[in-house]
């Protein structure tokens, strides 16, 4: 079984498409924020297409912000407007740098 860590969207998206996309996924986000995290337990009933599912790796919940964080990263990326670097492995956890304020900056 191939396992994929990457997102596939189609190049020639519509605008309309790209922007039902971001819709959808900032319901998503929104649906989210109203939790803080959800048990591993839930999450592992979840049935995707063909019955895949997610597994949190031995975690017994999942903090909900970094997911929306990344969500919104996805739509303005999908729309166009992604104006941060992210960093990951760095000292502190994952990191960002605002493209707009120079290599040295904080956002």
């Known amino acids: 079984m191939a396992i994929r860590r990457h997102i596939t969207l189609d190049e020639h998206w519509s605008a309309e498409e790209r922007n039902t996309f971001a819709v959808l996924a900032e319901e998503a986000c929104v649906a989210l924020a109203s939790r803080d995290f959800i048990a591993s337990e839930e999450i592992v009933s979840w049935p995707f297409v063909d ?57």
Do not use: C, M
């Open 51 to 107: 019955d895949l599912r997610i597994h949190p790796r031995g975690a017994k919940e999942v903090r909900t912000a970094p997911v929306i964080e990344l969500g919104r990263a996805i739509i303005a990326l999908i729309l166009g407007e992604l104006s941060k670097i992210w960093l990951y492995g760095a000292p502190n956890g994952r990191d960002t740098l605002d493209v707009w304020k120079g290599p040295h900056s904080k956002s």
